[in-house]
Structure formats: C-alpha cells, structure tokens
C-alpha cells in the first residue's frame, strides 16, 4: 500500500551549518518540498549577506532534491530601509525573546520597545514568527506569554503572526479569537508530555523548549492536528545536537526528528483514521495562510516497517530504535 502526500512543507526546521547541516538536511530534503528555516546560528543570521550565504549552502547541501528553503531573519530592531532591501529574500522574521532557548542570547531584552519594527513589517507584510516563552516558571512561561501575543494581535491586526511550537490547549485557545494569530506544532508535542521527558529515568533527547507539558494539553493539540484545524500548520522544529551536547550536563534543548517525520504523522493520522485531514496540516493549511506557491512535488510512503537507527552520525533521532510502520520511497 502506497500513500501520497502533495508538497508536504515544514513550517519549523533547524538545519545548523557546516558539517551538521550536510548530515541532516537530507532528511528533510527528501521528505518536504521546502521548509522554513530557523536563524539561530550563532552569529544569527540578521543581514544580507548572510542570508544570501546560508541560501547557498542550504542549496548545495539539499541538491539534487527540489527544496524550497523559506529563509527567515533574526529579529533585530530593523527600520525601514533595511527591511526594505531584504523583504524580497526572505519568507519571515523570526523573534526570539532573549536568552530562552538555543542560541537567542541576541534575542529581544524589552518586549515594550520593538512596535515600530513590529509596525514595519505589518506595512511590508512580512510574517511574524515568535518563540513565545516568558522567563517564568518553566511550565508555565508558553501561557505567561499568551498576553503579549494577544497585544500584538491587536495593535496590528494586519501582521500575520505565527505562534512557533505550541504547548499548550490555552495557546490553541487564542487562535479562535484574533484572525491575524496562527500556530505550528511539531510531531513530539503531539506525542509525548513532560512524563516521558522527566517521569521515570530522565530522557535528554526528548528535552526541548518549550517543554513538553500535561496530557490534557497534549491531547488538545493531537485533536485539532488530527482535525487539520485551519489555523495550525505543521512545523517540526527538528533541532539537531550532538550526543555530547545531550548526553550531559547541561543538555541542550532541541529534539531532532527530521529522519522520521511523515512516516510517523502517517502512522499517527492512519491510527486515528484522519489521513484525510494530514495534506491540509503538512502544507495545505501553510500554503493557504501565507499565499505559498512552491514547485509542485509527489512524495510517497510505502507499508513497509523499519527500524529507526540508534543514530545518524553523532545525533539521536526522535524514536530511536523504534519500529515504524510506513517508509518514505526515494
Ligand atoms: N526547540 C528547542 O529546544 N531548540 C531549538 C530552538 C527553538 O526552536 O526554540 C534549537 O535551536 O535547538
Ligand atoms: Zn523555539
Ligand atoms: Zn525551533
């Protein structure tokens, strides 16, 4: 049995540099016919140059597959000009708050003092994208900064802005009430609840921000996933580290499921007998809300089980030594 998916996109993808981006991109590559790509490098990706820089080697990393990167801008309190010249290269800005995940020491330090840049993009009309997190108490910084959203949401109500990686059923909440407001949610966070992160034996490779939360919310988002809710667009945030960033002390935050993303949003949509609903959820809802017209690609999932490897060079994959059910056909 073979299952087709019309240009699937992932709204949410860490792909590094160097040596890192040429073992993950692939994987991606192969699976989505484009994805967004995060600007957190460090430095972050904040100018032209290395904008046009980075391109390139998404490019020659991702060939000879037709993937389209979506390139985002770090936020910085760019004026007019600046985001003038770069508009037409770039799909979105990225707003990090500072210092509250992987690489965003260069993030935003006073929320209160960016509306005129926020004012600017909303004339350009160039999306918001936002790693919503306060710097509360760590379960509930998703939901400290619901109002800020919602603040912005009003005071521009023409700036599309996009909830990155959301957690929680109060965030999915907030999208029925501002029209301007959208989400992504990545694979995990319809899967897994802070149990499997921290309940029994602790599992570093499931640590991420924001961290995964009760199964109340869990099961709020799996619902509306499973449902293609209009307003949620599939985003992996697949983030990528080496075991010895992980396996310690002071493990990183990020999950790298980039090798196993639609044969598990198969498997998972094929179990709550939803497949109707997953080409609206992997890019159909993406392409609608944001007028995306990337080339037109065919990726197809064979019934054929495989065993996912207990690594890829010196990265563990989501679902590590896990059987799946569906396989991509290369
Ligand atoms: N999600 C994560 O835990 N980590 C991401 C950053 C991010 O998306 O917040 C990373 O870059 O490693
Ligand atoms: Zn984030
Ligand atoms: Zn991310």
């Given at each position: 049995?073979?299952?087709?998916?019309?240009?699937?996109?992932?709204?949410?993808?860490?792909?590094?540099?160097?040596?890192?981006?040429?073992?993950?991109?692939?994987?991606?590559?192969a699976?989505?016919?484009?994805?967004?790509?995060?600007?957190?490098?460090v430095?972050?990706?904040?100018?032209?140059?290395?904008?046009?820089?980075?391109r390139?080697?998404?490019?020659?990393?991702?060939?000879?597959?037709?993937?389209?990167?979506?390139?985002?801008?770090?936020?910085?309190?760019?004026?007019?000009?600046?985001?003038?010249?770069?508009?037409?290269?770039?799909?979105?800005?990225?707003?990090?708050?500072?210092?509250?995940?992987?690489?965003?020491?260069?993030?935003?330090?006073?929320?209160?003092?960016?509306?005129?840049?926020?004012?600017?993009?909303?004339?350009?009309?160039?999306?918001?994208?936002?790693?919503?997190?306060?710097?509360?108490?760590?379960?509930?910084?998703?939901a400290?900064f619901?109002?800020?959203?919602?603040?912005?949401?009003?005071?521009?109500?023409?700036?599309?802005?996009?909830?990155?990686?959301?957690?929680?059923?109060?965030?999915?909440?907030?999208?029925?009430?501002?029209?301007?407001?959208?989400?992504?949610?990545?694979?995990?966070?319809?899967?897994?609840?802070?149990?499997?992160?921290?309940?029994?034996?602790?599992q570093?490779?499931?640590?991420?921000?924001?961290i995964?939360?009760?199964?109340?919310?869990?099961?709020?988002?799996?619902?509306?996933?499973?449902?293609?809710?209009?307003?949620?667009?599939?985003?992996?945030?697949?983030?990528?580290?080496?075991?010895?960033?992980?396996?310690?002390a002071?493990?990183?935050?990020?999950?790298?499921?980039?090798?196993?993303?639609?044969?598990?949003?198969?498997?998972?949509?094929?179990?709550?007998?939803?497949?109707?609903?997953?080409?609206?959820?992997?890019?159909?809802?993406?392409?609608?809300?944001?007028?995306?017209?990337?080339?037109?690609?065919?990726?197809?999932?064979?019934?054929?089980?495989?065993?996912?490897?207990?690594?890829?060079?010196?990265?563990?994959?989501?679902?590590?030594?896990?059987?799946?059910?569906?396989?991509?056909?290369?």
């Amino acid at each position: 049995m073979i299952i087709s998916l019309s240009t699937p996109l992932d709204m949410h993808l860490h792909l590094r540099e160097g040596a890192m981006l040429r073992l993950v991109a692939p994987f991606s590559a192969a699976q989505f016919a484009g994805a967004v790509i995060m600007p957190n490098l460090v430095p972050p990706v904040d100018n032209a140059d290395r904008l046009a820089r980075y391109r390139a080697e998404i490019e020659a990393a991702t060939a000879p597959y037709p993937f389209l990167p979506l390139m985002t801008l770090f936020f910085r309190p760019y004026d007019a000009a600046t985001l003038q010249g770069l508009r037409d290269q770039i799909f979105a800005v990225k707003l990090y708050p500072e210092g509250v995940t992987t690489n965003s020491a260069g993030g935003v330090r006073d929320l209160t003092t960016i509306e005129p840049t926020l004012a600017l993009m909303e004339a350009l009309g160039i999306p918001l994208l936002v790693h919503g997190e306060s710097h509360g108490f760590v379960l509930d910084r998703e939901a400290e900064f619901l109002p800020v959203y919602e603040r912005w949401a009003r005071t521009f109500p023409r700036l599309r802005i996009v909830m990155e990686h959301i957690t929680t059923a109060a965030a999915l909440d907030l999208l029925e009430r501002y029209p301007n407001l959208f989400a992504t949610v990545t694979l995990h966070h319809l899967l897994i609840t802070l149990d499997d992160v921290a309940g029994g034996l602790l599992q570093p490779h499931l640590f991420c921000k924001p961290i995964a939360k009760r199964p109340s919310d869990r099961d709020a988002l799996l619902a509306a996933a499973l449902r293609g809710h209009p307003k949620l667009m599939f985003g992996s945030d697949s983030a990528p580290h080496p075991i010895d960033r992980k396996e310690a002390a002071f493990c990183a935050a990020g999950v790298f499921s980039a090798p196993v993303l639609l044969p598990m949003l198969v498997e998972l949509f094929e179990r709550h007998d939803a497949l109707d609903n997953l080409p609206a959820f992997v890019g159909g809802n993406a392409c609608r809300i944001h007028g995306l017209t990337p080339p037109p690609r065919t990726v197809q999932l064979i019934a054929e089980s495989w065993q996912v490897p207990a690594r890829y060079g010196d990265v563990v994959p989501f679902a590590a030594g896990q059987t799946l059910r569906w396989r991509l056909v290369e």
